[in-house]
Every structure is written in structure tokens, then in C-alpha cells.
């Protein structure tokens, strides 16, 4: 059993930042396998949309928009904690006003696990 949890949204003015918050727990050997750690955002009557994930590995991908990789930094908790990342929002517009979501994937399965979302509000 596999628990995703994210932390961190809020209301922000215009220019401010947030950083969000993302635990993968459960079972130790379910986790074990945990291959990457990556961040979503879906507006409403959008597509959820990829911004960033860290790999196992520490290899970090970010969305080709210059727009997130400019403004926005994924991150491992540390060394030795590869269960939780965290994505710096920074120079936030009311356009990065949506709900974020954390998603985790495993080795050796295909579907992908995902928190409730937080949801992050950013007025002009």
C-alpha cells in the first residue's frame, strides 16, 4: 500500500512564493521501488499538466515552458530522504493558480500514484 501526501499550497499574492511538500509512504518494500517523484498542476477546465519530477537517480526533468523552468525548483528533502521533494514557486502569477498535484512511480508497475492535491491561489 502506497500513500502519497502533499503539503504546502495556499493564497499568495502576485510575485509571492510557496513551496510545496511531497511524502511517498507505505509498505518499505512497495517503497523500496520507488522510482521517481514528480509534480502536476491542473487548472479548472484544463489539462492536468506536467512541471517537474526527480528519479531516483536524482535526475531532475522540468516541462519544456521556460515559464516553469525559470519560476519553479524541484528538489530531494536530502541525500538520504528520496521519499519526499519539494517544488519551490517562485514569481508566482494568477496564471499558476491551480491544484498541484504529487505524483509517484515504482519500478516494475504501471500505474502511477497520486495525492489529493493542494491547491495553490495566486491573486493579482
Known amino acids: 500500500q502506497v500513500r502519497v501526501e502533499e503539503s504546502g499550497g495556499g493564497l499568495v499574492q502576485a510575485g509571492g512564493s510557496l513551496r510545496l511538500s511531497c511524502t511517498a509512504s507505505?509498505?518499505?518494500?512497495?517503497?523500496?521501488?520507488?522510482?521517481?517523484l514528480g509534480w502536476y498542476r491542473q487548472a479548472p477546465g484544463l489539462q492536468r499538466e506536467f512541471l517537474a519530477a526527480?528519479?531516483?537517480?536524482?535526475?531532475?526533468?522540468?516541462?519544456?515552458s521556460a515559464s516553469v523552468k525559470d519560476r519553479f525548483t524541484i528538489s530531494r528533502d536530502s541525500a538520504w530522504n528520496t521519499n519526499t521533494v519539494h517544488l519551490q514557486l517562485n514569481f508566482l502569477k494568477p496564471e499558476d493558480t491551480a491544484v498541484y498535484y504529487c505524483?509517484?512511480?515504482?519500478?516494475?508497475?504501471?500505474?502511477?500514484?497520486w495525492g489529493q492535491g493542494t491547491q495553490v491561489t495566486v491573486s493579482s
Open positions: 507505505g509498505n518499505p518494500r512497495s517503497i523500496s521501488t520507488l522510482s521517481s
Open positions: 505524483n509517484a512511480r515504482f519500478y516494475g508497475r504501471d500505474e502511477d500514484y
Open positions: 526527480v528519479a531516483r537517480s536524482g535526475t531532475i526533468k522540468y516541462a519544456e
